[in-house]
Each structure stands twice: as structure tokens, then as C-alpha cells.
């Protein structure tokens, strides 16, 4: 059956069978795959895998009828400067976005050091003398700058690869454009599980993938994807499948012919072809396309990925032994989730913009309708009006990010920050506890010493060899001499122990004299009840 949506090119398929769909979902898992079309109304649906230059020029030339839209999915980007260009010229990009688009993040593996590297100076007082030494700086810094522009190395993906919050927000006569970075819920083999000795890094886990969205005055949306492994032959399925989860997500459900499956949490149900206005259905798929609940339930609140768990993990782990590798923990977890943060902070500031440019664009006049394409170009005001339904997405995610992101991030910067304290807290008590400890032993030793003292004066009396005293000492005598001395020494201990306040006390633990004590006192209260029943 003839349907609007088909855009009589070659290579595009009808959508709406299950087969084409299924293909569609496989090669979206091959990192070898390039681009897909997909054209559509609430009567059909026709895409095309691979699309050459020939092939997209003639798609952006046939759009069928006014009531269509169109998605144009474009993976691996350096490798497709001629899609690109064909793009830039129809839409109007700027020189700028458009090389931003193409570069390659290949570099960016060989410029991490250029951007984290600094030059470190002394700082001179300012006197008369040190004016030449700080013009020099100055002449430094400028060279810095300049070799800097001249290396070719460093490009976008070195800023975004370093500044995971940094974001773009293009707007135009023809399209908005918003470029983000996203991160996708990739577990290493060495997740960390809560061990203070284990290397944690400072960034969230997981994989950041930098995407370019376009919504376009044609009903048009472009979705420009990064390479997450340039230099890779080979990428596990698994994680490619992480990765292009929400992209085959919702490119199934733009399909009649997805399995059940896809269509079955109510959650993840996608109303985008019901709308008949094209506007409205470009607007909805601009919208579902840059909102990935998903990823941002596994990162913030999933249960085993919950930042939460793991501090209450690592606050057991302080209660049982308490260490310094613990605030290194909590250093990591705290820089982790200040990158999170940022970069929903970002999010929130990208649907501020387009909230407000869809504001600015109303109170101008200019209609959401892009029926009509003359209006579209005649329009004078920069931005393209998105429908209602979908502004009020986009404001009902704001509040979602503040409310279950951001509040549930600052909880546990607040937890963490309460946990160093803890847990310096807890090695202040173990410090006290070991020098009490050393102090009572160095107290019961002293006292020993001294209660051996006058018995060992006595006995050297006893061995002086003086005539005549001597003869007079007997075995008899020594030992009586030795009982009354050592019973005197043990009563003047006692009393400079109560007097200077030395005696055996209980503040952590409890001494020998108390548990000694203790037990007999238990063992007297159990003769007691067992004498009625005799």
C-alpha cells in the first residue's frame, strides 16, 4: 500500500514489517555500521541502513509530503565528511558547528596531557627590578597560547573528554542544535565493591559518548553520534549494546513491526507516531532522544549502582576498622559525584535554553505548524517552535533532574563529607584508646617496680656481710621482714593511687582489677541461688 512517508529512494525498506525492524536493531550492534534514514507519519514508516551521499541528497530533496518526519542517524562522523557537508549545506550550518561535527576523537587519546598540563612559575613581588621577569611570564603564557591554536591535536573531543559537563547550544533560522556529553552504564572488570585499597577513578564510571541533536524547520531530527573507540577493530557486543541501547530503543518503537517486548513496560512507551502534525512528532522524537532516563536511573538510582549503597558499605567498613584509605575512598566518591553533578547542571541549563527559546519564538508570533515551508524560510527569528507536548516533557525532566538527580547527588556529597568526619573521628578514638592502653601498662609496671622496691632494699640489707649483725638475721626473719614490707608497699600504693586518682578505671575498656572483681562477685550471686534449692 502506497504510503506518504515513502521517499521513493533506493535502499529505503517499509518499517513497519518485523523483519526490516529486526535488521535495523542487529546492525545497530556492529560497530561497523555507519548511518540509517527513517521517514515516517502516523500511516507508515520506511528507512534505509548505510546511506551513501547520492541516496541523502535525494532524501533531503523528496520529503514526500508536509506530514512527514524524519530522523537521520549518523555513527562514526570522521568517517562521513561528505554526509556531513551535504547536511551543513542544506540546513545552513555554521563553518564552526560543522567542523565541530567532523573532527576526529581519535586525537584526544594523544592530548589528555595538553589540556591538564601547567606551567608553574614563581610569583614575583612587584618591584621595579621584577617588571621584566613578570613581562616574560606574560610573553610565556601568550607562546603557550599560540602553540596551543597550532596543534592540530587538540580539538573538541579534548575539551569534552576533559570537561565531562561541557555542553553547546547552536541556534539558527533552520534548526537548534545541542551537543552533551552522555554517560552509558559500562561495569569494568574491576568494579569497585567498597575497598578503601582498591583504585578508584575520579571520573564516574561508565563510558562517555559525546552527541550532537539537531531538530530542523523541516521536521527533521539529526542525531550525530561519537566513536566511542576509534582506534578499536573489534568492540564486545555487550557494551556496544549499552551504548546504542536508547537508540535502538526508540527506534524500535517507531516501528508497528517491534517485538512485544519492546512495547510492553508502559515506562518505556513512546507515543511519537500518533501524532499526526509533523511538528509535533519531530518535537516528541527530539525529545525522547535527549531524554535517557534509563542511563540516568542505572547511574543515580539504580540499586546496585546507587552512590548510597556504596557509602553505607563504606561506613560499615569504618565502624570495623577505621583507616586513613578511607577518606582517600571518599575523596574519589566525592569527585565522581561532583562530575555527575555538572553534568546533569548541564542538562538543566540545555532545557532552560530551549525552554526559553521556544518562549522567545512565541511571544514573536511564530507558529510550531511546519506544514508550511515558506513560512518556515520567511521566518526572521533565530530557533525552531517546538509543539506543546513537547515543552511540557521538557519542563516535567527539569524538575525530574532537580528533584530525583541532583537531590540524590547532593545527599551523598553531604554523607560523604559527614563520613570523613566520622571516620577521622573514629582514628582519634583508636589513637586515645592505644595511648590509654599504654599508659595503664606503663602505670601497672611502675607500680610493680615500686611495689618491689623497698623488698629489694630489704634483701640488700640483708646480704651486707657486717660483723655482728649478720649472725642475728634467720631464715624466719627475712621472710617475716619481707611479708610486713611488701604489705606496707602494697598499702601505700593503694593509697596514692586513690589520692592521685592512678587506680584502674573504666573509659574504654574494662581493667583487670574490674573483670577479676566481677567475676567473683558473679560467681558468689550463683552459690546464693543455688543454696534455697539445696
Known amino acids: 500500500m502506497f504510503s506518504s512517508s515513502n521517499p521513493n529512494v533506493s535502499g529505503f525498506e517499509d518499517f513497519d514489517q518485523p523483519v526490516v525492524v529486526n535488521k535495523f536493531a542487529d546492525q545497530a550492534l556492529k560497530i561497523t555500521s555507519k548511518n540509517f534514514a527513517l521517514q515516517f507519519d502516523d500511516r507508515g514508516a520506511y528507512g534505509a541502513l548505510d546511506l551513501d551521499i547520492d541516496a541523502l541528497t535525494k532524501l533531503l530533496g523528496n520529503k514526500g509530503c508536509a506530514t512527514t518526519s524524519r530522523w537521520i542517524n549518523i555513527w562514526k562522523p570522521e568517517e562521513q565528511s561528505d554526509l556531513l557537508n551535504r547536511l551543513a549545506s542544506h540546513y545552513g550550518f555554521s563553518p564552526r558547528l560543522l567542523g565541530l561535527m567532523a573532527e576526529n576523537p581519535n586525537s584526544k587519546l594523544a592530548t589528555s596531557a595538553t589540556l591538564t598540563k601547567r606551567h608553574t612559575h614563581d610569583h614575583y613581588r612587584m618591584w621595579p627590578s621584577d617588571w621584566r621577569k613578570s613581562a616574560d611570564v606574560g610573553a610565556t603564557q601568550m607562546q603557550d597560547v599560540a602553540s596551543l591554536q597550532a596543534d592540530k591535536s587538540f580539538n573538541h573531543y579534548t575539551i569534552v573528554n576533559n570537561i565531562w559537563h561541557y555542553f553547546s547550544v547552536d541556534i539558527d533560522k533552520r534548526y537548534i542544535c545541542v551537543g552533551y556529553n552522555s554517560l552509558h552504564h559500562i561495569r569494568s572488570a574491576s568494579t ?26 523541516d521536521a527533521t531530527v539529526i542525531t550525530i553520534l561519537e566513536n566511542p573507540y576509534p582506534v578499536s577493530p573489534y568492540l564486545p557486543t555487550p557494551d556496544l549494546d549499552t551504548l546504542r541501547r536508547h537508540t535502538r530503543h526508540v527506534l524500535q518503537t517507531l516501528s508497528r513491526g517491534a517485538p512485544p517486548k519492546e512495547t510492553a513496560n508502559p515506562l518505556f512507551t513512546l507515543n511519537i507516531r500518533l501524532k499526526s502534525a509533523p511538528s509535533e512528532a519531530s518535537s516528541l522524537l527530539f525529545y525522547y532522544l535527549f531524554d535517557d532516563w534509563y542511563t540516568s536511573y542505572s547511574l543515580v538510582a539504580e540499586k546496585d549502582r546507587r552512590y548510597g549503597t556504596r557509602l553505607e558499605n563504606l561506613r560499615e567498613a569504618m565502624f570495623q576498622t577505621a583507616k586513613l584509605e578511607h577518606v582517600n575512598t571518599l575523596h574519589h566518591y566525592g569527585r565522581q559525584l561532583a562530575v555527575l553533578k555538572r553534568m546533569y547542571q548541564s542538562y538543566d541549563r540545555i532545557i532552560e535554553r530551549v525552554i526559553a527559546m521556544d518562549k522567545r519564538l512565541e511571544d514573536s508570533g511564530v507558529s510550531h505548524d511546519l506544514t508550511n515551508p515558506s513560512q518556515a524560510q520567511s521566518n526572521e527569528y533565530l530557533g525552531v517552535r517546538m509543539s506543546p507536548s513537547a515543552i511540557f516533557r521538557f519542563q516535567r525532566l527539569k524538575d525530574r533532574i532537580s528533584l530525583y538527580v541532583l537531590n540524590e547527588i547532593q545527599e551523598c556529597l553531604d554523607e560523604k563529607e559527614a563520613l570523613v568526619q566520622v571516620n577521622f573521628n573514629l582514628i582519634g578514638m583508636k589513637e586515645s584508646s592505644a595511648v590509654e592502653t599504654l599508659t595503664r601498662i606503663t602505670i601497672l609496671l611502675a607500680k610493680v617496680t615500686i611495689l618491689f622496691l623497698p623488698v629489694s632494699l630489704m634483701t640488700s640489707y640483708f646480704a651486707l656481710q657486717i660483723p655482728g649483725l649478720s649472725s642475728n638475721f634467720s631464715t624466719k626473719t627475712y621472710w617475716i621482714s619481707f611479708a610486713i614490707v611488701m604489705f606496707l608497699s602494697f598499702l601505700l600504693l593503694i593509697a596514692f593511687g586513690i589520692l592521685s586518682g592512678t587506680l584502674e578505671s573504666k573509659t574504654i575498656y574494662r581493667s583487670l582489677t574490674r573483670t577479676v572483681f566481677d567475676h567473683f562477685r558473679k560467681k558468689r550471686s550463683q552459690r546464693k541461688e543455688e543454696k534455697p534449692d539445696e
Open 192 to 217: 569497585d565493591k567498597g575497598n578503601p585499597s582498591s583504585k578508584i577513578s575520579s571520573n564516574p564510571e561508565g563510558r562517555r559518548v559525546w552527541t550532537w541533536l539537531l531538530l530542523c524547520d
